[in-house]
């Protein structure tokens, strides 16, 4: 495996056989939650910014080379989205106080970044169907991690005023 190969699988998470983009998010659930905890959410946010940039020519790269848009076993899209949900979850999560907030802001995160990649409504949907090339790849990832990232924000706010 190549350095572009291991990079555009999230090293080999995208390889898969079931789920690539499910196994893609979870490994990479746990680095953002590290990245977070141990240097901030401003590493965190330009990693993922870095992530986006790179893997948008590297994406591009490799269609061209293999002649296939948005093959599965690319899942460096859904580390920038986890991570983008990850940072909106966590920034609404340390301002409430409730029992198990850390794990549901965790657990939730993923449930929620999932659901709206793999629902793709609106834009989110249209990005993957019109837009080509790693911009289409990186693009409904990124906006269903904002998506979810917000959804999980609002679940964590109404769970504090009901708790």
Do not use: C
């Amino acid at each position: 495996m190549n350095l572009q190969k291991l990079f555009l699988t999230f090293f080999g998470s995208g390889l898969s056989p079931k789920a690539p983009g499910t196994m893609g998010t979870l490994a990479s659930l746990p680095f953002g939650v590290l990245i977070i905890e141990y240097m901030g959410l401003e590493t965190l946010f330009m990693l993922t910014f870095a992530i986006t940039i790179i893997a948008i020519f590297e994406i591009n790269k490799y269609e061209k080379i293999t002649g296939v848009h948005d093959q599965q076993e690319i899942v460096i899209d859904e580390t920038a989205g986890i991570w983008l949900t990850l940072m909106i979850a966590y920034s609404t999560m340390i301002t409430l106080d409730f029992p198990y907030i850390y794990e549901l802001y965790v657990v939730g995160s993923f449930a929620s970044f999932r659901l709206f990649d793999i629902w793709k409504p609106s834009t989110i949907g249209w990005i993957d169907r019109e837009v080509e090339g790693g911009l289409g790849v990186m693009g409904d990832d990124i906006l269903a991690g904002v998506a979810g990232g917000l959804f999980m924000a609002i679940i964590l706010m109404g769970l504090d005023k009901v708790l």
